[in-house]
């Protein structure tokens, strides 16, 4: 066998070992260089998948070379040398298995040289970043490992490592956090540095106004003649045709220019409804990854470092009960924290078990079930799909409306309890089978459908947004 006969065994093995979205993205354009007298090198791409790579795969690649080989491996050594007539890998498109994806793009554009004289934009004094959301305030967990290494490798090489960075998740699960992170530490390391921070609205809004008052040329010297771009929410300009055309040029002039894109989001690109293609054609430039919900040892980690952060002590023993009854984000986690501490500082007690456990409940009762109306459902799933409420409750069968009315049944079905006459007549007068089809399909559907899953949970999350 040839080492590259040897290597595509190697990764056959490893396909069936590991998650499709971990083997797309770290697999992609490697191969063995030598292999001689039980010593491998292999080559890839880049230092962030070199360091990946040997950290995490290591020792399989190590098992999986000494069966295909029938030899001892004694040493594995790893070189950057991006070979790009390695045959692709043809594998089908990386899903959210595991709570991990990550999708990337071979085919970037090489960046071209940034003009040799630009305006000065000068945006320092503070960024509009909250200084507590650092790398450090920021607990890793396995659902948020990769976007946290990428982010840090943004940090080492902005406008080169991976550009844009597209962080998303579900509500309250980090992704704000990291993204000024980036904004905080590079600030930190780079004194000057210009950086931008504004959600999609505030991008959107800004547009609108200098249209208005004739101030498009400060406008785009405030926003393309920066360092570093930090866009949170960037689904909510999906539907605005000229801010997503002002957006699609201040990206290209920033990219152009080797400068920083980080990119947050509720859903990857392709999932956002109205996004114009060319936008998710670029937001797929760089690196996409997902920040999941974290696991319950994460959970207790998290306010482990809360408490100690905040000089207050629980016992393991109601940390653990808090992280087991909290599972929704971590803002609520943090949120309900917060008012255990409140409330027995209040009271000037300890906490104790029955006392925390009773918060909990009146926590859970007060910003979540009390506050979901059947209204409330249609507004969230209208906004979410990005249609309108009267499409919803009319007779229109199209597809893109269908699905939406049968999310909307299932939940609430699920979640209101309610009967399925009644959920019929809340949905333009349907006849009550057409709610049980619905809450059925759905039901097993979400079984299988990894994006259905996903969607539901996203909804549920926008639904259960708590004030704490």
Known sequence: ?????????????????????????????????????????????????????????????????????????????????NIKNIPAITTAEPTN??????????????????????PQYNNCGGFNLNPKYTFEHFVVGKGSELA????????????????????YGGVGLGKTHLMQAIGNELAKQRPGINVMYVSAERFSNDFITSIKDGTAKDFQNRYRHIDLLLIDDIQFIAGKDRSQESFFYTFNELH??????????????????????????????????DVAMPDFETRVAILQKKCSEKSYNLSEKIIQMVAASIQTNIRELEGTLNKIIAFHQLKNMEPTEESVKSLIASV??????????????????????????????????????????????????????MSYPAIGEELGGRDHTTAMHAHTKIRNDIENDMKLRQEVELIKQRLYVNNV
């Open 148 to 167: 946290y290494a990428a982010s840090q490798a943004v940090v080492n090489k902005p406008g080169e490592a991976y550009n844009p960075l597209f962080i």
């Open 256 to 289: 152009q220019a080797n400068k920083q894109v980080v990119l947050t989001s509720d859903r990857p690109p392709k999932a956002i409804p109205a996004l114009e293609d060319r936008l998710k054609s670029r937001f797929e430039w760089g690196m996409i990854v």
């Open 1 to 81: 066998m040839t080492n590259h006969e040897i290597w595509q065994s190697v990764l056959a093995e490893l396909e069936l070992s590991i998650s499709k979205a971990s083997f797309v993205t770290w697999f992609k354009n490697t191969d063995i260089i030598s292999l001689q007298d039980g010593q491998v090198l292999i080559c890839v791409p880049n230092q962030f998948q070199l360091n990946w790579i040997k950290q995490k795969y290591n020792s399989i690649i190590v098992k999986a070379l000494e069966r295909i080989t029938g030899k001892p491996i004694k040493k594995m050594e790893y070189k950057i040398n």
């Open 97 to 118: 298995e595991n709570n991990l994806t990550i999708e990337s793009n071979q085919e970037t554009p090489a960046p071209k040289p940034a003009p040799a004289t630009e």
């Open 364 to 417: 859970e009762a007060s910003s979540m079930r009390q506050s979901l109306t059947p209204q409330k459902l249609l507004e969230t799933i209208a906004e979410f799909y990005n249609i309108q409420i009267n499409d919803i409750l009319g007779k229109n069968r199209e597809k893109k409306l269908s699905l939406p009315r049968q999310v909307i049944m299932y939940l609430m079905r699920e979640d209101l309890k």
